[in-house]
């Protein structure tokens, strides 16, 4: 099992940027393919980017590409998202996510361990 805490999250303005963290404890890190969701209120959780064990791989939803930067450390057991060109659209609770696969999947289903989730406001 993997246990997972965000941080990082905060108030910006719009045009801003802001690098989440999560931190993972418990089993391999390096097992897990990680991801990040999102939920803002009154909406579900959508996806946002993913990455691979190893880091080779990522994944991004459309809001996300160009703007968005998943990345991982495996020695710190870290996963990063590093957002850029912030929008007042991109205000959500940020949580982290894990699951033991090889495969980067964009469904939150899929995802076995979540963190608890850190609040990012974009002000305009």
């Known amino acids: 099992q993997v246990q997972l805490a965000e941080s990082g999250g905060g108030l910006v303005q719009a045009g801003g940027s802001l690098t989440l963290s999560c931190a993972a404890s418990?089993?391999?890190?390096?097992?897990?393919?990680m991801a990040w969701f999102r939920q803002a209120p009154g909406k579900e959780r959508e996806f946002v980017a993913a990455?691979?064990?190893?880091?080779?791989?990522?994944s991004y939803a459309d809001s996300a590409k160009g703007r968005f930067t998943i990345s991982r450390d495996n020695a710190k057991n870290t996963v990063y998202l590093a957002m850029n060109s912030l929008k007042r659209e991109d205000t959500a609770v940020y949580y982290c996510?894990?699951?033991?696969?090889?495969?980067?999947?964009?469904?939150?289903?899929?995802?076995?361990?979540w963190g608890q989730g850190t609040q990012v406001t974009v002000s305009s």
């Open positions: 990455i691979s064990r190893q880091g080779g791989r990522t």
């Open positions: 996510a894990a699951r033991e696969s090889i495969w980067v999947v964009p469904n939150a289903y899929e995802y076995n361990y």
């Open positions: 418990g089993r391999t890190f390096s097992t897990y393919v």
